[in-house]
């Protein structure tokens, strides 16, 4: 085994993740309490800490007050556009060349951050849903991400606004993967972007995907019978077929459906045999059953990035949705830097493969040092004032 050389240090991890931030997202000063590297220190030991920038300037000794903070963040940020911009260059500052070498499957799903307020100056500014953790209100971000053992880059980020449509969403997505050179293999996408619209679109743009199909119609137990897409859930046997979708307005989609049956074996509970039904097209060809499955299933690591993101997202009670943007932005940021260190410093190098043990430097483990190295450079309040003693 290769004897180990360099030692990565809390102090280069900072050093990057600083410089990759502040490279492409260029926060400038405002004021002498208010530099951008004091603006970092605090945003960072925020994300670290998953508290609220006004909890981190309360606990940190040298940081300047939370509206100091907020109001020198609103007088930097650029405009939404360019802010996005901005952040798709910061994902893809570390990417490596293997990525751009060849095509990449990539997933694309949205991320719901539930709110409870009102809109600050447009009603489309709150992505309606299912309610989830006490409201309907949300904000919405789709990103895009590369489904490749190791190299798992989220390598774009949009803010969906309410009303607008998945295929635009979509188009999006994949423009600011092309500005990286990332260009997709195929594209795995949830069941929520199962509709003609998208459908439509992504056959018309040659795109090969992979999705759920959403099961509609009577169900079996109807007394006329079991019809629609639910047709295919019933199957007790593997299959392939095609199904026509069709949307209020009339408008159809056709796509072909694979049909993939397993014994629950007792999973869950459960027994009995259960149908999985993925409709596929643009041009992608499986050639078995199993790997359409297993090749979907592949597709919940971006799940595992949303939870990353959440042990990293600055809480806010916001109605800004720039700032918003910025803090989810913040999350990922980081998480790409902790996929670049694995990939590029800490995986072991064998007859030219990589070996990624993401147990070497948890994500959590990063983020401590991040938040130490804030404490280190404006000091930490130990004491709380008090009118009695503990011992009056």
């Known amino acids: 085994m290769r004897q180990c050389h360099y030692t990565l240090t809390p102090a280069a991890v900072r050093a990057h993740t600083q410089s990759l931030l502040q490279k492409h997202l260029r926060l400038a000063d405002h004021g002498p309490k208010c530099t951008a590297g004091i603006l ?94 006490g409201t309907s209100h949300f904000h919405a971000y789709a990103t895009c991400y590369v489904i490749r053992k190791g190299l798992r880059f989220t390598v774009a980020l949009t803010a969906v606004r309410r009303g607008e449509p998945l295929p635009d969403v979509i ?89 993939k049956c397993r014994n629950l074996r007792g999973e869950r509970g459960k027994k009995g045999r259960q149908a999985l039904v993925y409709a596929y097209g643009g041009g992608l060809r499986p050639g078995s059953y199993q790997w359409v499955k297993e090749t979907y299933r592949s597709r919940f690591a971006i799940e595992t990035t949303y939870r990353q993101l959440g042990q990293a997202r600055i809480r806010t009670s916001t109605r800004d949705p720039l700032l918003r943007l910025l803090y989810v932005a913040v999350a990922l940021i980081l998480r790409n830097v902790w996929v670049w260190l694995h990939w590029q410093v800490l995986a072991e190098r064998r007859g030219g493969h990589r070996r990624v043990d993401t147990d070497r430097l948890t994500f959590r483990a990063m983020l401590l040092w991040l938040q130490h190295w804030a404490e280190q450079c404006l000091g930490v309040r130990d004491g709380v004032q008090a009118k009695y003693s503990m011992y009056e």
């Open 171 to 259: 188009r999006r997505l994949l423009a600011q993967a092309a500005k990286a050179a990332v260009r997709p293999r195929y594209l795995l996408l949830d069941r929520g972007f199962c509709s003609v619209a998208v459908i439509r679109y992504l056959h018309a743009a040659r795109r090969p995907f992979l999705m759920p199909l959403t099961l509609r119609g009577r169900k079996p137990e109807h007394p006329k019978g079991v019809s629609g897409s639910r047709v295919f859930g019933t199957y007790k046997r593997s299959g392939w077929a095609r199904y026509t979708l069709t949307d209020p307005k009339g408008r159809k989609a056709t796509v072909a459906v694979c049909v």
């Open 40 to 133: 970092w220190a605090v945003l960072l030991y925020a994300a670290c800490r998953i508290s609220s920038l006004a909890a981190a300037c309360r606990t940190l000794l040298g940081a300047p007050s939370d509206s100091a903070v907020h109001d020198a963040l609103v007088a930097t940020l650029p405009a939404t556009a360019e802010l996005q911009r901005r952040v798709n260059r910061a994902l893809q500052g570390d990417l490596p060349r293997c990525l751009r070498r060849r095509r990449q499957p990539l997933a694309i799903d949205l991320h719901l951050v539930p709110y409870h307020g009102t809109h600050l100056h447009d009603a489309n500014e709150v992505y309606r849903s299912q309610a989830k953790s």
